[in-house]
């Protein structure tokens, strides 16, 4: 069990560092780019 939870953390860990790097190259401030990938901008904040 704790390897399906270790799978599915690196899983997320790597949409959000895919996630980051779009915003990052967006150019757009953090709560629009959240607000139109569907990403809670708290979130966001913090993997920034």
Excluded at 29 to 41: D, I, M, N, T, Y
């Amino acid at each position: 069990m704790n390897n399906a939870i270790n799978e599915n953390s690196n899983k997320n860990n790597q949409e959000m560092n895919l996630v980051v790097a779009a915003y990052r190259q967006s150019g757009m401030g953090l709560e629009r780019f959240a607000r139109e990938r569907g990403v809670p901008p708290g979130r966001l904040h913090y993997w920034v």
